[in-house]
Nanobody, 122 residues
Framework: QVEIVESGGGLVQVGGSLRLSCTTR????????MGWYRQAPGSHRELIAR???????TYADSVKGRATISRDNAANTLYLRMDNMTPQDTAVYYC????????????????WGQGIQVTVTA
């Protein structure tokens, strides 16, 4: 059963921007914090942005100042905008519902979606 559908991404030039989207079922989206992860080649999956159901937002240091996470509860849709992108942002990006009270203690709630490949080129 597909629980998460992600979209957006692709090729981006250095210094460029992109917006990613993901949706999941209403019974989850309205009640959990949501987050964006990314996994670069050879690296572990990293939580980079988190937003609670009350719009409390936290970012990882690696994207702070360049990332904007937002949610549309009516549409069950989560967004991530990334600006001023660098080759270090090249990764597969995933979203998920989160359990845990903080960025550090958050764990994924659902099965992973297919992910979105984002490649930043010079």
């Amino acid at each position: 059963q597909v629980e998460i559908v992600e979209s957006g991404g692709g090729l981006v030039q250095v210094g460029g921007s992109l917006r990613l989207s993901c949706t999941t079922r209403r019974s989850v989206f309205g009640f959990y914090a949501m987050g964006w992860y990314r996994q670069a080649p050879g690296s572990h999956r990293e939580l980079i942005a988190r937003i609670t159901s009350h719009d409390i937002i936290t970012y990882a240091d690696s994207v702070k100042g360049r990332a904007t996470i937002s949610r549309d509860n009516a549409a069950n849709t989560l967004y991530l905008r990334m600006d001023n992108m660098t080759p270090q942002d090249t990764a597969v990006y995933y979203c998920n519902a989160l359990v845990g009270l903080t960025m550090e203690t958050s764990e994924p709630r659902l099965s992973w979606g297919q992910g979105i490949q984002v490649t930043v080129t010079a």
